[in-house]
């Protein structure tokens, strides 16, 4: 396994740019999941896939973010008209299986600053 | 829904002493209990989860967490810690089923000194 891989590392943008950040799963992880990681705080949950099909999303997803996963591997957030509460760290994960038991994988993070 | 309290929010140690990282949880249904570790500049790494059997579980790196019930509770522990150790620690907690995703505390960010 490679690990879960996310790019770009960092972004800084102005205010009201759009954004969008790609996320690379461990190979054969059907799971994908996206957190935001802001600072004093553990992550929370954004929205997860099972293959290709998007089954949650969190009411911290405002209309302005959109997850795709379209062919059921890498995955990419995008966030239109940046706020700077968007700043923060967005980290992607996967798992292996239906069964919430199993591991979540990380990757490094995207940390964004708007400015 | 459930939520997960990490009480402290830093734990200052000196090398070779023990330490405890506390976690208690809330939910209205059964949940699997993780423990990961996040050193400087890295993504998230899990350390152990309880999913169920011996509520005792340990990590390769000498950690252990007991899962207790009773109390909600699922500490991390370590006999001896060592300078490497410096790290944030999350405590997290996911349904056993169902549609749902990891739900993570605060952090506690233990400091080894030397």
């Known amino acids: 396994d490679t690990g879960v891989s996310q790019n770009p590392r960092h972004k800084i943008t102005k205010r009201g740019q759009n954004v969008t950040f790609r996320c690379d799963p461990i190979?054969?992880?059907?799971?994908l999941y996206w957190y935001r990681q802001t600072l004093g705080q553990g992550p929370e949950f954004l929205t997860y896939?099972?293959?290709?099909?998007?089954?949650?999303k969190s009411r911290l997803l405002s209309d302005r973010f959109s997850a795709e996963r379209p062919k059921g591997s890498f995955s990419t957030l995008e966030i239109q008209r940046t706020e700077q509460g968007d700043s923060a760290m967005y980290l992607c994960a996967s798992s292996l299986g239906d069964s919430t038991s199993e591991t979540q994988y990380f990757g490094p993070g995207t940390r964004l600053l708007v400015l | 829904a459930q939520s997960v309290t990490q009480l402290d929010s830093q734990v200052p140690v000196f090398e070779e002493a023990p330490v405890e990282l506390r976690c208690n949880y809330s939910?209205?249904?059964?949940?699997?209990l993780f423990w990961y570790v996040q050193y400087p500049n890295q993504g998230l790494q899990l350390l152990l989860k309880y999913l169920s059997g011996s509520t005792l579980v340990e990590s390769i790196n000498g950690f252990e967490a007991e899962f207790n019930k009773s109390q909600t509770s699922f500490h991390l522990r370590k006999p001896s810690v060592h300078i490497s150790d410096t790290a944030e620690y999350f405590c997290a907690a996911i349904p056993t089923s169902g549609y749902s995703t990891l739900t993570f505390g605060k952090g506690t960010m233990l400091l080894v000194s030397p």
């Open positions: 939910s209205s249904v059964s949940v699997y």
């Open positions: 190979s054969e992880h059907n799971r």
């Open positions: 896939f099972q293959n290709e099909a998007q089954l949650e």
